[in-house]
């Protein structure tokens, strides 16, 4: 029987699908679900970030959204794509986050009845300051600078360059939505900025390195210690 690093080589040599990672970890070889996280990270992290603008929080929700899609894996349907359903959870997984969020801040409200909101920081962080991609960071700033529901759709179709229906079903919205959202998104950004970007976009919002390493190992510690609890009940 193959170990989890041969299992790793194996699946990467044969370009095993997600739908198919997804069938052997049901049948039992849940270390393949490193697969998965190390194939969507960058993309869970930038729809999440688009929502939370928080990289502190952003990681959190990585963690609770993978948790979530590994306890829910029999439940994917195969109605769309595997990285659309996780995407999903993710976008679910932030929501719950920013309702967590509001009820705190209400419950830290001071006697005048105004919000102690602590605003996110826009300083750039040592990863964005030490960047090479300017235009990158650039549209970055532009993206995280739009209202919520124009932020989201422009990560997917713009940098994450999910189509129409991808969108709408990872957002939950109609495709005639994901269309507005996104012509109106576009036109809040500074005319040019996109054309000046060109392929760049691509490097933005990176997720890789240490980063990417911690969000895996977190997730596989949390889910063995949940089969392993299963076991013993």
């Given at each position: 029987m193959l170990g989890t690093m041969e299992l790793l080589e194996k699946a990467r040599i044969e370009g095993w699908t997600d739908e198919e990672v997804v069938e052997r970890i049901l049948a039992g070889d849940s270390a393949l679900y490193e697969i998965i996280?190390?194939?969507?990270?960058?993309r869970i992290y930038r729809v999440v970030r688009a929502i939370l603008r928080d990289d502190g929080e952003t990681e959190d929700v990585m963690q609770d959204a993978y948790v979530r899609a590994y306890q829910h894996l029999r439940q994917f349907a195969r109605r769309a794509?595997?990285?659309?359903?996780?995407t999903r959870i993710a976008v679910n997984e932030a929501y719950a986050r920013i309702r967590q969020r509001n009820r705190t801040q209400q419950l830290?409200?001071?006697?005048?009845?105004?919000f102690s909101v602590n605003?996110?920081?826009?300083?750039?962080?040592?990863?964005q300051t030490t960047?090479?991609?300017?235009l990158s960071r650039l549209l970055e700033e532009a993206i995280l600078s739009l209202p919520e529901q124009y932020r989201t759709?422009?990560?997917?179709?713009?940098v994450e360059e999910m189509n129409t229906a991808e969108t709408a079903e990872a957002l939950g919205i109609t495709e005639e939505n994901v269309k507005?959202?996104?012509h109106r998104?576009?036109?809040?950004?500074?005319k040019g900025l996109f054309s000046r970007v060109g392929e760049s976009a691509k490097d933005a919002f990176p997720f890789m390195g240490t980063r990417c390493d911690r969000v895996v190992e977190r997730v596989m510690r949390n889910i063995g210690t949940a089969e392993s609890t299963g076991r013993q009940s």
């Open positions: 996280m190390r194939r969507h990270n960058q794509p595997f990285a659309v359903w996780l830290d409200s001071n006697e005048d009845g105004e605003p996110t920081s826009s300083s750039p962080d040592p990863e960047s090479q991609f300017e759709v422009l990560m997917l179709r713009d507005v959202r996104l998104g576009r036109a809040m950004i500074r």
